[in-house]
């Protein structure tokens, strides 16, 4: 009996993952999407309680359905994205499977197809979106001494919110939106400071990262060249960080030169004990069921055009950011890359049949 070979396999089932399954089921193709997680909602489940979105609802939604708008003028809590991801799914029936881990992927040569695997399942797909995102990749610098530090490290994809660091000696590292957000949750509660390399960039009151994301993709775009308003990684005034701001207390210091056992060591050489570093220091994209296709460039990513891999051309990447499409890695981003990117995608399967 014939294998079955599906249109598309979409790997990863969090807000990249849905927007393509939206356009693809719009489309009519015979596709599924295997996710790792045991229910909705991808990354966002992971992130911390208090986290804000830095877009209104209605602007921070996927393609075809609008953000419920909870209240007037507040950005959107975690808990409402991930109603907004489960409903989303249920609403538009999309085929999704978990918990179903993507180990690698293969060329079939004999079935002119890909071929993909958990290590106990395989599927055969004319093309795969690969959308798993970057969140289960956080990035920690290194500093000298890091190693001996006694005191504990945690990077904001494990951060679960302020209760664990009452009265404690707490440094927050990243000059970004989740620096600035944790920040200003923790100093509240904590002998807290906000370290970063550079003093960190703050956009006005009524900027928010609607008018960020269109100025940023203008400028990646080359459509633009104002710098008038700064990159997605400034910082909006979302409600916590503009009470900070205005109680005085937003303001960072420069980044410590190393570790000791105890704690760190500053630049001017004082010494200080450190209870906790929280890092806010980013991610790397999570392709590592990619490694056999043998498509990762040297800095870990994809070569793409329109999302299309340029060495496997049965390969898509979907929502890791500026490089796979500009802005991709939010919200808005990625509603925005399924709808430029998936017709190319649609174009290439009927080339190929």
């Given at each position: 009996m014939a294998t079955k070979i599906f249109d598309t396999i979409i790997i990863?089932?969090?807000?990249?993952?849905?927007?393509?399954?939206?356009?693809?089921?719009?489309?009519?193709?015979?596709?599924?999407i295997l996710d790792d997680q045991n229910q909705s909602g991808g990354a966002w489940q992971h992130t911390w309680p208090s986290l804000r979105l830095f877009s209104p609802a209605f602007i921070s939604s996927l393609p075809g359905r609008l953000m419920p708008k909870e209240r007037d003028g507040e950005y959107p809590h975690r808990d409402e994205v991930l109603g907004y991801l489960s409903n989303y799914e249920q609403h538009y029936q999309l085929p999704i499977y978990r918990p179903y881990q993507v180990q690698s992927i293969h060329r079939d040569q004999e079935n002119n197809c890909?071929?993909?695997?958990?290590?106990?399942?395989?599927?055969?797909?004319?093309?795969?979106?690969?959308?798993?995102?970057?969140?289960?990749?956080?990035?920690?610098?290194?500093?000298?001494?890091?190693?001996?530090?006694?005191?504990?490290?945690?990077?904001?994809?494990?951060?679960?919110?302020?209760?664990?660091?009452?009265?404690?000696?707490?440094?927050?590292v990243g000059g970004g939106n989740s620096g600035a957000q944790i920040y200003a949750e923790l100093a509240e509660v904590a002998n807290a400071s906000w370290v970063t390399r550079e003093p960190p960039l703050f956009l006005a009151d009524d900027v928010d990262g609607h008018v960020l994301?269109?100025?940023?993709?203008?400028?990646?775009?080359?459509?633009?060249?104002?710098?008038?308003?700064?990159?997605?990684?400034?910082?909006?005034?979302?409600?916590?960080?503009?009470?900070?701001?205005?109680?005085?207390?937003?303001?960072?210091?420069?980044?410590?030169?190393?570790?000791?056992?105890?704690?760190?060591?500053?630049?001017?050489?004082?010494k200080e004990p450190i209870d906790t570093v929280i890092w806010c220091t980013g991610f790397q994209p999570q392709l590592d069921h990619l490694a056999s296709l043998n498509v990762l460039e040297a800095d870990g990513k994809v070569q793409v055009e329109q999302g299309q891999a340029i060495k496997e051309p049965r390969l898509w990447l979907f929502g890791y950011g500026d490089w796979a499409s500009p802005g991709s890695a939010t919200l808005i981003g990625a509603g925005r890359?399924?709808?430029?990117?998936?017709p190319a995608l649609l174009d290439f399967l009927q080339k190929d049949s």
């Open positions: 990863g089932g969090g807000q990249a993952g849905l927007a393509v399954g939206y356009y693809l089921r719009r489309a009519g193709l015979d596709f599924i890909l071929r993909v695997t958990d290590g106990s399942y395989t599927w055969l797909a004319k093309t795969v979106v690969s959308a798993t995102g970057t969140w289960s990749n956080p990035t920690i610098p290194s500093f000298e001494g890091q190693q001996a530090y006694l005191g504990e490290q945690c990077h904001s994809a494990h951060y679960a919110g302020p209760d664990a660091y009452k009265g404690k000696r707490v440094l927050v994301f269109e100025r940023a993709t203008a400028r990646i775009t080359g459509s633009s060249n104002d710098d008038s308003i700064g990159s997605i990684g400034d910082i909006v005034m979302v409600p916590p960080v503009k009470a900070a701001r205005d109680k005085g207390i937003l303001h960072s210091v420069p980044m410590f030169r190393q570790f000791t056992e105890q704690g760190v060591i500053w630049a001017d050489g004082s890359s399924a709808r430029e990117n998936v």
